[in-house]
């Protein structure tokens, strides 16, 4: 029976690239069992086949090429339960990470898939929220591009504990008195609104449970004054005042929708019962 394969074989029946293979070799990680001292060509026997099988293995498992020549090289049981051990640790990371990151394309789906079936907007709505923890930034801020600057200084001090998908989650707060004195676009923070919690960063913060007025608007946040004054005038006919700072957050904006009229921001302004 056959027992000598060339490159080109070998690669057939192990369906691993002749690249690879070539690789393998230059990185002593699994070397032909012969090379032809006249041209070079490379031979493999059937006695390799399972040491191949057992690299695909690893690598599938994603085990680093340098950990899988380390292996071969002493072929130790426990180092080898250890590989093992410490792949499925790091999967488990990777798993975390994965599912964090669902959550947070879920939390955004179910918030489209909502805003998408609103019959109509400029419509007051007392709302009950729990806590929410958010990142924040506390510097006065503006719409435009000032707001873009704020958010880039607001990724560079969290670093690493920014979330990487935050579209859609970015906010900004007016002051309890600003908005008694009708500064309704002198913002005093912007935020990043949190789907995971996190703990320990001393510049995370939350915004208070409670009861919000709640207003939704077809625009962006430079056409937030007139919605502002609307919510206003209906929680002083309403016997609701004003119980700290406004949160107001554009959902879809021009680079979810070229068309303006999908444009959407809501305003919160948390509330108490006036007596």
Not at 150 to 164: D, I, M
């Amino acid at each position: 029976m056959q027992n000598k394969f060339s490159i080109g074989e070998m690669s057939r029946l192990m369906n691993v690239p002749v690249k690879t293979l070539r690789y393998y070799d230059e990185i002593d990680l699994f070397k032909p069992s012969e090379v032809n001292s006249q041209n070079g060509y490379r031979y493999y026997s059937t006695e390799q086949f399972e040491q191949l099988d057992i690299i695909k293995y690893l690598r599938f498992l994603g085990v680093p090429l340098s950990e899988i020549r380390t292996h071969f090289a002493h072929r130790q049981v426990d180092y080898f339960l250890q590989l093992l051990k410490k792949q499925e640790e790091s999967i488990d990371a990777r798993i975390r990470d994965l599912e964090s990151i669902r959550r947070k394309f879920v939390s955004r789906i179910q918030e489209i898939e909502e805003v998408l079936t609103l019959t109509a907007t400029d419509v007051v709505e007392i709302k009950t929220f729990a806590s929410r923890q958010v990142l924040r930034l506390q510097e006065n801020v503006r719409s435009g591009p000032s707001l873009e600057m704020s958010v880039r200084k607001l990724g560079k001090l969290f670093g690493n504990a920014l979330p990487p998908i935050f579209v859609g989650k970015v906010g900004l707060t007016v002051s309890e008195e600003n908005l008694l004195q009708g500064n309704f676009q002198e913002y005093n923070s912007v935020f990043i609104e949190l789907d995971d919690p996190m703990e320990g960063n001393v510049l995370s913060s939350t915004l208070p449970e409670g009861e919000y007025a709640c207003l939704f608007f077809m625009g962006l946040h430079g056409d937030s004054p007139a919605h502002y004054r609307k919510l206003l005038q209906h929680l002083e006919q309403s016997g609701y005042v004003i119980a700290g700072e406004s949160v107001e957050r554009t959902i879809v904006d021009e680079f979810v929708s070229k068309d303006p009229k999908r444009f959407l921001t809501e305003i919160q302004i948390p509330v108490n019962k006036c007596g």
